[in-house]
């Protein structure tokens, strides 16, 4: 297949192109603030095989549901509680997707068998276009191959699914740069299912108490049922194995330092690279005290070892606060959970 490259910026008929594919039941790379999507229409079942086919994954792993405007939700959830309506006013458009009891309207490839439904609103301009223009919810998952890091550019879909989709959208780099937060409200508690761009501390402004699952920290193993089952795989992982060391900028950089062998990596700070230079492959994501420009960076530079030859790689990682818990992780799920806590013991 020829993947068609369009171009909304000096094209005026790409949004209308990417919508008559999506109408016809093929899948398109389209970007969104939070990261490029491979989009689908939601309630067609062999459009919706495909985007599983083109990415590799696994059919249990739900897929998220973009609409272009508020009242659409009311298609496509069963039961809209007044959290979800709270939510959706307060941080839609956005990077936020609530799962909510699903409609009959979303088959359950969409759900990945789930009968539950998780809805995103974006606020990317050309993301809202598609949608409106194609007529229908779209099914759109990370724009990558399963595992890999999310695609943040035109090009990262192109690297990984260029030849498998039939289009991609270039609407430049991702202004938020990682997934969408992820919260659930069908139990008797909301829950955050995945941290992103509408931070745990915006969701308890709105909603009070928020429980924080278990997978968010820490590994799950493949035979555990999950509340949210793209959690349970690996992802996001650049091909050497990656070991993050928590603790200060400062700390963390004399540890990395003291390890680095012949074929070493390191994912650090901007204002850290200096402790490693002529050492090791050095890939920066952003300053150590702007964790919103880490979040816009992680992704690319995690892609960016995958064209070195490095045998393995050591991550610094920011505090768990703000957009810092979904940066620290996506860093931790690229290190499969693999943590060296040089904070523990202290007070
Ligand atoms: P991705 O589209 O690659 O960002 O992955 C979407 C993620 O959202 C999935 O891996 C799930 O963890 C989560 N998700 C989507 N829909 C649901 C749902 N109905 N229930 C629970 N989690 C969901
Ligand atoms: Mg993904």
Redesign the pocket.
Not at 61 to 64: C, E, G, Q, Y
Not at 227 to 231: E, H, Q, R, T, Y
């Given at each position: 297949m020829n993947t068609q490259l369009l171009h909304p910026a000096s094209d005026p008929e790409a949004i209308a192109t990417a919508a008559e594919l999506l109408r016809r039941g093929e899948i398109v790379g389209i970007p969104t603030e939070t990261v490029y999507g491979l989009a689908a229409d939601a309630c067609n079942v062999d459009a919706v095989h495909r985007i599983f086919a083109a990415k590799g994954r696994p059919q249990d792993?739900?897929?998220?549901v973009h609409i272009a405007d508020l009242e659409q939700m009311y298609d496509i959830a069963a039961v809209v509680p007044d959290e979800a309506k709270a939510l959706a006013e307060t941080y839609w458009p956005g990077p936020m997707?609530i799962?909510l009891p699903k409609k009959e309207i979303i088959p359950m490839v969409t759900?990945?068998g789930?009968n539950?439904?998780?809805i995103r609103l974006p606020s990317h301009p050309i993301a809202r276009a598609i949608i409106r223009a194609a007529g229908v919810p779209l099914a759109a998952?990370?724009a990558n191959r399963s595992g890999r890091p999310s695609t943040t550019t035109a090009q990262h879909v192109m690297e990984d699914l260029d030849g498998k989709i039939a289009a991609v959208v270039d609407g430049g780099p991702c202004s938020v740069g990682v997934?969408s937060t992820?919260i659930?409200l069908c139990g008797p508690v909301p829950r955050l299912?995945?941290p992103g761009g509408i931070s745990l501390e915006q969701l308890e402004a709105v909603l009070g108490d928020v429980t924080v699952d278990r997978a968010l920290r820490e590994k799950i193993d493949d035979t555990e049922t999950v509340?949210?089952?793209?959690?349970k795989y690996r992802h996001y992982a650049p091909k050497a194995p990656v070991t993050v060391v928590f603790g200060s900028p400062e700390q963390s950089a004399a540890y990395i330092s003291a390890q680095l062998g012949e074929n070493s990596g390191v994912l650090c700070f901007d204002d850290c690279a200096s402790h490693f230079a002529g050492h090791a492959v050095i890939e920066t994501f952003g300053r150590s005290d702007d964790e919103t420009e880490q979040a816009r960076e992680v992704f690319d530079a995690l892609r960016r070892f995958d064209t070195t030859d490095v045998a393995e790689i050591y991550a610094q990682c920011p505090p768990s606060t703000g957009i810092g818990l979904a940066v620290s992780n996506r860093i931790k799920k690229a290190a499969g959970f693999h943590v060296i806590d040089l904070t523990e013991g202290e007070t």
């Open positions: 792993n739900p897929l998220i997707t799962i759900s990945g789930l539950t439904v998780g998952p990370s997934e992820v659930s299912l995945r509340s949210a089952p793209g959690m």
